[in-house]
């Protein structure tokens, strides 16, 4: 069975740009979750999603931060503009929706580095 | 404020040693999990404790849960170089489907 997909691995780019992250979620599973990894701080939800709706966003750390997911089989997360506070490994998770104790499955991350 | 606090926080151990990593709280929780997060890889459940003073065991792991619900501990018997990763414990928020995160235990086993 394919995990949880995310694109790209690795992302270097220039402070100012704009990032996208990109994450397909396991087919079924209709919760996703965003999280964002630092040395500092350790892994932080930022964002989740139940049936494609933004649930709680009170992780995402400024405006600067969005997320969409159109569909049940794909997400974003976008920075505009990054700077390099935002470095870090972003993660996206899923899981479904019923059940307490359903385990979240996690992609490999994207490690993005703003220089 | 971390509501998870877990120590070590680095542990460097030679292979055939035993260990002990926690996951304290002074909140109480319904149900604790546990996950390992290899190099280059996203974490992994290994085990959810529910009830007080359970006790599970993954091959040469044992989880146990508090009796009182506020802590966990997780012993590895004869650590091994495949054991070496992130230890995080979490637990479930807002409904269940949040998962709050310690800061976790990064163990290294040296052959």
């Known amino acids: 069975d394919a995990g949880v997909i995310q694109s790209p691995r690795h992302e270097v780019t220039e402070m100012g740009q704009e990032v996208t992250l990109r994450c397909k979620p396991i087919?079924?599973?209709?919760?996703l979750f965003w999280y964002r990894q630092t040395m500092m701080r350790g892994l932080e939800l930022l964002i989740y999603f139940n049936n494609n709706v933004p649930i709680d966003d009170s992780g995402m750390p400024e405006d600067r931060f969005s997320a969409k997911m159109p569909n049940a089989s794909f997400s974003t997360l976008k920075i505009q503009p990054s700077e390099p506070r935002d470095s870090a490994v972003y993660f996206c998770a899923s899981r479904l929706l019923t059940g307490s104790n359903q385990p979240q499955h996690f992609g490999d991350g994207t490690r993005l580095s703003i220089l | 404020t971390q509501l998870l606090e877990q120590s070590p926080q680095f542990l460097s151990i030679q292979e055939g040693e035993n260990l002990t990593v926690y996951c304290n709280s002074s909140?109480?929780?319904?149900?604790l999990q546990w996950y390992r997060q290899e190099p280059g890889e996203g974490p992994v459940l290994l085990v959810t404790v529910v009830t007080g003073g359970e006790v599970k065991k993954l091959k040469r792991l044992t989880f146990q849960f508090g009796d009182a619900r506020k802590d966990s501990s997780l012993h590895i018997t004869a650590a091994q170089p495949g054991d070496t990763g992130l230890y995080l414990c979490?637990?479930?928020?807002?409904?269940?489907?949040?998962?709050?995160f310690g800061a976790g235990t990064r163990l290294a086993v040296h052959p």
């Open positions: 979490a637990f479930t928020s807002g409904g269940y489907n949040k998962l709050i």
């Open positions: 909140s109480v929780f319904s149900s």
């Open positions: 087919s079924g599973h209709n919760s």
